[in-house]
């Protein structure tokens, strides 16, 4: 699925602004019709944004079922003849949209775009009305899961994941043209041989008469010279002297996609391309073939007022304080962030691991966590084939989103699941072959939880890069760093041993703002710093550690709970972005600038 874009062929409508809304508290929207009339007892509410926290009340920020959202749209009347596509670049975690009374798709996950072609139901220069409903229920059956629970206080969700359970519709909502035969995908795989780049292309068409589709390439370097030209569905071209897509130098050609209706241009489409490779080799994880180490985070799109709502503001903040602190790297934890995220990122040359949705995969940890709760990870009543299934095409549609990023080196199929059981090791060693059969030109890896230390886990076998969420000193040896220091040293070697990169995707220690000691103790400013240098000396001790991300980038919104005090506090900002002491010593180890 190709992004909505405006180019000499296509023209894209944002939906954008404020939609009426409506708390589905019967249950009776679907087979009562809501999508035919106005929604009863709407109010306004602002797309995109997570519905949770725009309203002062306790009944919509944990409310749980289907929500409705409800606008109208007049389309463009220079649309005739043209192919017309509803676009939704998500809805979390599941949406049934209408075109007036016509049900036109239907999609589960909460992340990743879906669209309908909408043609024959609208006509150009006339109203129709678009209602979407939006359900935020999780199940043993969906990425990432979680149970429905009738209490005496009502319906309560209960998930595994160690953030807000945010949902509605948190990106861009679009209606858009293109002509009834068009370009329908492109893949790009580029490569390097010297100073000489490769961009081999595959191209695909939709539509009427897409059986005899032909196809001319142009690539155009950032300056808008030509540098190299092709034809046909696939091919490979050829740049002398390229420029490289690097980190920190985010170097974009433009390739020029053109449908052909005998010499005139029947549908276009623009792709920004990145030439760079990414292979591991022994320890190292190498970018165009040199040693590459990450240093970032693990982030949330998590913001006051919005929830995971994307704002280009926050974002380009958010880019600008990562460049502050010297950090050329983060990590999509945990869910693929919005596509206006990583087209930034390929621009600013920073550095991501693509991660999918799969979180709270382990029972276990629910239970340290988020307290007792009973469940065994995966059975025929929990975790499943069927999960199983639905966490494939999840990775297939991660993938077929964000293959063509320069900036994704490397994708998460899973943060911290159970990981040490036989059960985990037939649940993920399909998942990793579906990984490397959608892309098998990047490395692919799973990210490791302290409950399957080394020696222990069964499925870090199958991952290319060792990924290790590690809080020696926060959960285990808390208060007590040479305790902390030397477990560390010890288990840590033992990941080494296995001769693949390692990144330590995760370490970290809450943290007030504005809380000190004088004999550094946990939660103060002090020992977040003290805790830092701690894990910083072991990183350097071992050769095969090729990245650190301290969790978090910033403070994040959590479920209610006795170990979080409005919310996860181990940032190094706060969650609007003001420094902590730590972020002073992160902008000192590396090399921040501005």
């Not at 000489?196 to 009427?208: Q, S």
């Not at 980190?247 to 209706?261: F, H, K, N, Q, S």
């Not at 990145?274 to 165009?288: A, K």
């Not at 490791?448 to 969420?469: E, T, Y």
Request: with cysteine.
């Amino acid at each position: 699925m190709l992004r909505p874009r405006d180019t000499p062929t296509r023209e894209r409508k944002r939906l954008d602004g404020l939609w009426t809304f409506a708390l589905d508290l019967q249950g009776l929207g679907r087979t009562t019709g809501w999508q035919s009339r106005p929604l009863p007892g709407a109010r306004e509410i602002a797309v995109p944004a997570s519905f949770n926290d725009l309203f002062a009340d306790p009944e919509v920020r944990d409310y749980v079922g289907d929500v409705w959202y409800q606008t109208a749209v007049r389309i463009p009347r220079g649309w005739a003849g043209q192919r017309i596509v509803l676009n939704f670049e998500s809805a979390t975690h599941r949406a049934t949209v209408w075109v007036d009374d016509t049900e036109v798709v239907t999609h589960e996950g909460g992340y990743l775009p879906f669209e309908a072609e909408v043609t024959d139901l609208v006509t150009p220069g006339e109203e129709v009305r678009i209602t979407a409903v939006v359900n935020n229920e999780l199940t043993f059956q969906t990425i990432p899961p979680g149970v429905v629970e009738e209490t005496p206080s009502g319906k309560k969700l209960r998930y595994w994941h160690d953030f807000f359970n945010y949902a509605g519709l948190h990106r861009s909502v679009w209606l858009y043209s293109t002509p009834r035969t068009y370009v329908s995908d492109i893949t790009v795989v580029t490569g390097l041989d010297g100073a000489v780049g490769t961009v081999r292309y595959a191209l695909e068409a939709g539509g009427e008469a897409a059986d005899q589709a032909r196809f001319a390439v142009v690539l155009r370097n950032a300056e808008g010279h030509e540098a190299a030209v092709g034809d046909g569905a696939t091919g490979t071209l050829t740049v002398p002297d390229v420029h490289r897509w690097t980190p920190g130098d985010g170097y974009l050609y433009d390739l020029e996609v053109r449908l052909l209706d005998g010499e005139a241009t029947a549908d276009s489409y623009p792709l920004a391309v990145g030439v760079r490779t990414v292979e591991v080799r022994g320890t190292d994880l190498l970018v165009n073939g040199q040693p590459f180490y990450l240093r970032g985070f693990g982030m949330h799109e998590d913001h006051a007022v919005l929830g995971k709502g994307h704002s280009d503001a926050h974002l380009v903040h958010d880019v600008a304080v990562l460049e502050w602190v010297g950090a050329n790297s983060f990590r999509t934890s945990h869910y693929p962030y919005a596509e206006d995220v990583l087209e930034y990122a390929d621009r600013q040359g920073l550095v991501v691991i693509d991660e999918t949705p799969a979180v709270g995969l382990n029972m276990g940890l629910g239970g340290g966590i988020f307290g007792a709760q009973g469940y065994t990870t995966f059975s025929p009543e929990t975790i499943n084939e069927r999960t199983q299934a639905v966490h494939a095409q999840v990775i297939r549609d991660l993938v077929a989103r964000d293959k063509n990023h320069p900036c994704v080196a490397l994708w998460s199929i899973a943060n911290e699941p159970e990981s040490q059981t036989p059960a985990a090791e037939e649940y993920f060693r399909p998942l990793f072959d579906v990984a490397r059969e959608a892309d098998p030109t990047r490395p692919v890896g799973f990210v490791n939880v302290m409950l399957a230390p080394h020696g222990q886990c069964r499925v870090s076998q199958f991952s290319d890069v060792i990924m290790l969420n590690r809080y020696y000193g926060w959960y285990v040896y808390s208060g007590d760093l040479p305790g902390a220091e030397r477990a560390w040293r010890e288990e840590l070697a033992g990941w080494a041993s296995e001769g693949k990169p390692i990144i330590i995707t995760e370490y970290g220690a809450d943290t007030f703002p504005g809380l000190h000691n004088l004999v550094p103790q946990p939660w103060s400013e002090e020992y977040q710093v003290e805790y830092l240098e701690m894990n910083h000396r072991v990183f350097d001790s071992v050769a095969a550690v090729v990245g650190e991300h301290v969790w978090n980038f910033a403070d994040f919104a959590t479920v209610a709970g006795p170990s979080r005090v409005g919310g996860n506090k181990k940032g190094a900002f706060t969650r609007d972005r003001e420094p902590k002491a730590a972020a002073h010593l992160l902008r000192r180890r590396w090399g921040g600038g501005v």
